[in-house]
């Protein structure tokens, strides 16, 4: 009954930049870890960032200090700023908050990093 909604993806050039949201609704009774896996074809689906209710962050080594995960406990929603994006980021981005006793997962916003 959790409903996650990813935007804010698109077509971009190297070293340019998105900003990804994820706006979850539903029956989720508590504030809860959110973040973001992405999976670009052929490769499995690979954790990218996550924020704690209390702001803690963790990244994969490879978006350490391009991305930036941030969130907005009020509105539910969880927030990704790409910055020096490269091809290597191209990918399928998938939102998740921790529910129980499964996490529930977004359908995903396409980012293309190409020339």
């Known amino acids: 009954q959790v409903q996650l909604v990813e935007s804010g993806g698109g077509l971009v050039q190297p070293g340019g930049s998105l900003r990804l949201s994820c706006v979850v609704s539903?029956?989720?009774?508590?504030?809860?870890?959110m973040g973001w896996y992405r999976q670009a074809p052929g490769k499995q689906r690979e954790f990218v960032a996550d924020?704690?209710?209390?702001?803690?962050?963790h990244y994969v080594d490879s978006v350490k200090g391009r991305f930036t995960i941030s969130r907005d406990n009020g509105k539910n929603t969880a927030y990704l700023q790409m910055n020096s994006l490269k091809p290597e980021d191209t990918a399928v981005y998938y939102c998740?908050?921790?529910?129980?006793?499964?996490?529930?997962w977004g359908q995903g916003t396409q980012v293309t990093v190409s020339s």
């Open positions: 998740y908050v921790s529910t129980v006793p499964n996490p529930s």
């Open positions: 924020i704690t209710v209390d702001g803690s962050v």
């Open positions: 539903g029956s989720i009774f508590r504030v809860r870890p």
